[in-house]
C-alpha cells in the first residue's frame, strides 16, 4: 500500500511501502519504523505506475488543490483498490459542536468538504461505508471528542482540526465562552444526555472503496 497525504504516519498500515507528504514538518514527525516518505503532492505523485496493491488517502482531500488529478493519480499508481477516508458535509453539519455553537466553523467545513457526488463521479461503482467514531477516540480530527466537549476548549486541540484552524478566531469566541459555561454548570450534559451512554456515534465519516 501507499499512504497520499500521510502526514506524520498515524493511519498508515503496517503494509505501507511508501508515504507521499508535502509537508517537511509532517514527514520529521514520522517514527523511525515508519515506511519511508518522499515530499510530493498528491496531484503529482513520484511513483511508478501499478506501484502497488493499494492507495490510501485518509482526510486529506479537503488539502488538494485539485481532487480529480489526485484521484487520478491514485488509480495510476494502484493495481487494485483505493481506499479514501472522508466525510459528508451535510451529515456532518448536525454535529452540536457546529449547529449549537460554532456556526462559523460550520461554514468553514461547509466549504473544506469535498463532495461524496464527485467521488462517486471520479470512481464509478465506488462502495461508500460509515463510519462511526468510539467515543474514546485518540486521534484529534474534528468530530473525535463528540462525548467530551471539554476538549474542545483546549486550543491545542482546535489547532489540529482544519474546521476550527481555518476559521477566524474571532468568530470562534462567543461560541466557546458558551460552552465552557455549559460544560462548567452541567448544561451541556442535560441537553446530550443521550450521547453520554453511546459507545460510538455516525457523525458522517466515510470510506470510499473502489477498483483502480
Known amino acids: 500500500m501507499v499512504n497520499i497525504g500521510a ?14 507528504e508535502p509537508s517537511r514538518v509532517m514527514i520529521a514527525q514520522r517514527p523511525p519504523s515508519a515506511a519511508p516518505a518522499v515530499q510530493a503532492i498528491a ?20 488539502h488538494w488543490s485539485d481532487v480529480a488529478a489526485g484521484v487520478a493519480e491514485m488509480r495510476r499508481v494502484a493495481r487494485r483498490r483505493l481506499v479514501l477516508f472522508t466525510w459528508d458535509a451535510q451529515a456532518f453539519a448536525s454535529f452540536w459542536l457546529l449547529s449549537e455553537y460554532l456556526p462559523a466553523a460550520a461554514e468553514t467545513d461547509a466549504a473544506l468538504a469535498v463532495p461524496l457526488a464527485l467521488l462517486s463521479e ?17 486521534d484529534g480530527f474534528g468530530a473525535a471528542y ?34 465552557a459555561e455549559d ?27 473502489a477498483s483502480s
Request: glycine residues 8%; hydrophobic residues 40%.
Open 122 to 138: 471520479l470512481l464509478p461503482g465506488a462502495e461508500i461505508r460509515s463510519v462511526p467514531v468510539p467515543h474514546d477516540c485518540t
Open 7 to 20: 502526514g506524520s504516519g498515524s493511519y498508515e498500515p503496517v503494509v505501507t511501502v511508501a508515504a507521499v
Open 43 to 62: 496531484e503529482r505523485l513520484p511513483l511508478r505506475d501499478d506501484c502497488a496493491d493499494a492507495a490510501l488517502a485518509v482526510l486529506t482531500l479537503h
Open 183 to 209: 460544560v462548567r454548570t452541567g448544561r451541556w450534559q442535560d441537553s446530550h444526555g443521550d450521547l453520554l451512554g453511546l459507545d460510538s456515534l455516525d457523525i458522517g465519516y466515510r470510506l470510499v472503496i
Open 146 to 179: 463528540w462525548r467530551r466537549p471539554a476538549a474542545y476548549l483546549d486550543p491545542a486541540v482546535r489547532a489540529g482540526m482544519s474546521m476550527l484552524a481555518r476559521t477566524n478566531p474571532e468568530s470562534l469566541w462567543q461560541g466557546l465562552g458558551r460552552l
